[in-house]
Antibody, heavy 122, light 110 residues
């Protein structure tokens, strides 16, 4: 079974750094794209960016470029989403998602990780 | 404001049929990109419900169906059940090859 398991909830203060993780299992980690999706409290889904662990090809949504860093360590089948200086507005649930080769008609996201809740508060 | 427009809420009685619309533009759905649908049950991660406009993943009941025409798409749910109460999101791509989501629709089963 293809599965993505994310790290646990985090509570941080503004200005602190954070790195959350997403571990893939049940498939060849280097053959699937991993994406990150944000869901702010009571709001909808927002695409943040994607990475191809096979060669670390990384693409960001313009809305998140420069705000976060997406990376992966293929030796441990894990992708990461990190912040260097958190803001209160980063408080949200973050989901990692998986998908195969990029399709010309666009990809769907499956599977989804269980989500990591990040709370930033002073 | 989301790139794809969905109604904030829809409702229906058990056994009824409901539809959820997803309206885009010539730079996303109308450009030929597929539409996919996700179901998010309360307190859980979204789950793929429909992919490639009208295809159901294994395990999704055939009560759920999707269609696409022009710059819009629709999700239909027949034989509504209490466990269908959830948030539903459509997703496509835009001309910059970025995934875009609808704002989500809350389905209430009366």
């Amino acid at each position: 079974e293809v599965q993505l398991v994310q790290s646990g909830a985090e509570v941080k203060k503004p200005g602190e750094s954070l790195k959350i993780s997403c571990k893939g299992s049940g498939y060849s980690f280097t053959s699937y794209w991993i994406g990150w999706v944000r869901q702010m409290p009571g709001k909808g889904l927002e695409w943040m960016g994607i990475i191809y662990p096979g060669d670390s090809d990384t693409r960001y949504s313009p809305s998140f470029q420069g705000q976060v860093t997406i990376s992966a360590d293929k030796s441990i089948s894990t992708a990461y989403l990190q912040w260097s200086s958190l803001k209160a507005s980063d408080t949200a649930m973050y989901y990692c998602v998986g998908f195969g080769e990029l399709l010309p008609t666009g990809n769907w996201f499956d599977p989804w990780g269980q989500g990591t809740l990040v709370t930033v508060s002073s | 404001q989301s790139v794809l427009t969905q109604p904030p809420s829809v409702s229906g009685a058990p056994g009824q049929r409901v539809t959820i619309s997803c309206t885009g533009s010539s730079s996303n759905i109308g450009a030929g990109y597929d539409v996919h649908w996700y179901q998010q049950l309360p307190g859980t991660a979204p789950k793929l419900l429909i992919y490639g406009n009208s295809n159901r993943p294994s395990g999704v009941p055939d009560r759920f169906s999707g269609s696409k025409s022009g710059t819009s798409a629709s999700l239909a749910i027949t034989g509504l059940q209490a466990e269908d109460e959830a948030d539903y999101y459509c997703q496509s791509y835009d001309s910059s090859l970025s995934p875009v989501f609808g704002g989500g629709t809350k389905l209430t089963v009366l």
